[in-house]
């Protein structure tokens, strides 16, 4: 019933900029604190940007300053302005979302499948 689609991946030089979106596919009662992460090569996922309905943001220290999150469409969709970017952040990017299908239910999280950003000279 719910879905996320990430788009905006690509193959960047270093000190370029790229633009990620998240759009929500279907309906959720209410879609509650979003949020970007990363997966490099070899290694684990970890947060890179997360904003709340609200509009509270925190960043990674290794992206703050580099990257900016918003939220648009309704509070449905979200996007990862990214600066300044280097071989490091080489990563998947995963849309994160902390959803409630319906009234009463408890809160849970939906992924979308990634999108590759690759930072390479």
């Known amino acids: 019933q719910v879905q996320l689609v990430e788009s905006g991946g690509a193959l960047v030089q270093p000190g370029g900029s790229l633009t990620l979106s998240c759009v929500t596919s279907g309906s959720a009662f209410n879609i509650g604190t979003m949020a970007w992460y990363r997966q490099p090569p070899g290694k684990e996922r970890e947060k890179v940007a997360a904003?709340?309905?609200?509009?509270?943001?925190t960043y990674a220290d290794s992206v703050k300053g580099r990257f900016t999150i918003s939220r648009h469409n309704g509070l449905n969709s979200i996007s990862l302005q990214m600066n300044g970017l280097t071989p490091e952040d080489t990563a998947v990017y995963f849309c994160?979302?902390?959803?409630?299908?319906?009234?009463?239910?408890?809160?849970?999280?939906?992924w979308g499948q990634g999108t590759q950003v690759t930072v390479s000279s």
């Open positions: 994160n979302a902390n959803v409630r299908l319906q009234w009463g239910t408890d809160p849970i999280n939906i």
């Open positions: 904003i709340t309905r609200g509009g509270q943001i």
